[in-house]
């Protein structure tokens, strides 16, 4: 039986994560693999733990609709330690 006019929709999701960043010999930037994290609470609290000695994290949330590929821009929860001005190169999909 084909139903016209039906359209299933899914809610959006929102994931959480941490990248850790560190510079190389040459003081470029180095990102890390992004670690994905339960809540904003759990991001923040991951990526202060990595601030130090010339290292730093931000922690952020993305939200969008992973089956289409459409995903909000990233909402920076928290920045730590040595992190690049610029991030959306490192938060974006």
């Given amino acids: 039986m084909q139903r016209s006019g039906y359209a299933c929709h899914v809610p959006q999701l929102t994931y959480f994560a941490v990248i850790p960043f560190a510079r190389d010999v040459d003081g470029n930037f180095i990102a890390e693999a992004a670690i994905e994290v339960r809540s ?3 991001a923040r609290s991951a990526a202060s733990r ?5 290292k730093g994290a931000i922690a952020f949330a993305k939200t969008g609709d992973p089956q289409l590929g459409e995903w909000e821009d990233a909402v920076i929860l ?3 330690g040595d992190v690049p001005d610029d991030l959306t190169a490192y938060t974006s999909v």
Wanted: overall charge negative; proline content about 0%.
């Fill in 50 to 54: 990595m601030e130090g000695q010339g």
């Fill in 78 to 80: 928290g920045r730590y």
């Fill in 40 to 42: 904003a609470d759990e």
